[in-house]
């Protein structure tokens, strides 16, 4: 099957990992958007190196995001790319801060999803939106306002989405990849106890081996994505299965 594939936050963590699955088959074309670019010189992927929480340039970028869909049989989105936040309680806040990270966690993938739908609503593929959201979508810590909040909003964007394009051959994903190693998670146990009061219980999961790495949580994500049949819900978690 070839596949046309849109990645965000390629470079490091789970991103990186994503997409080494997918560069690993023949039959698949990666157009990855990040801060930063690897500069790999593979015939199958294109680079596009983009800050997603400006918005303008986010949006003078679209189209060259989205290649025609001629040729391929299934077209996927993965809004992957995250940030933290500041990790201080609300009165420590700064409207910079927070102005990025809902643009990261939850502007951009709107646009994008947005932008997606537009280039292949008419198209006769496979088409699947999966956006990475997290377990503090549905829990709220002290210290993660803005990572909470943004991500909530993307996991309601994403059910909203389902209801609205279902009926065009879309299937839209909100995934939680539980607890992961990788550079957030370091710049979580860098943050101040008293702005972050579980901070000593993310400490343990690393010290205690409780991470998963980017390569297994990958792993599930390529199973979902290959078999979303499997998966009637619009919201999961890659610890359940």
Known sequence: MR?????????????HAILDVFLSLESVQVVALSRTSLD???????????DLSDLDALEATIPKVFPKAEGFERC?????????????????????????????????????TDAFVKAYRNHQAEKIILNVSSGAAQKPLPGWSEY?????GLAMFSKVAHEELNGLGFRVFSVAP???????????????????????RFIGYKSEGKLSTPEEVAAKIFQLISHPELFPEVVQDVRNY
């Open 178 to 200: 539980g607890i992961v190693d990788t550079g957030m998670q370091s710049e979580i146990r860098r943050a101040d106890q008293q702005d972050f009061p579980a901070l000593e």
């Open 40 to 50: 790999l010189a593979h015939s199958n992927l294109k680079e596009i190196q983009l």
């Open 76 to 112: 996927i989105l993965i809004n992957n790319a995250g940030w933290i936040g500041e990790v201080k309680p609300v009165g420590k806040l700064n409207p910079e801060g927070i102005q990025r990270a809902m643009n990261v966690n939850l502007l951009a993938p709107m646009t994008l």
């Open 148 to 152: 909470c909040t943004g991500k909530a």
């Open 3 to 15: 596949t046309l594939l849109i990645l965000t936050g390629h470079t490091k963590g789970l991103g």
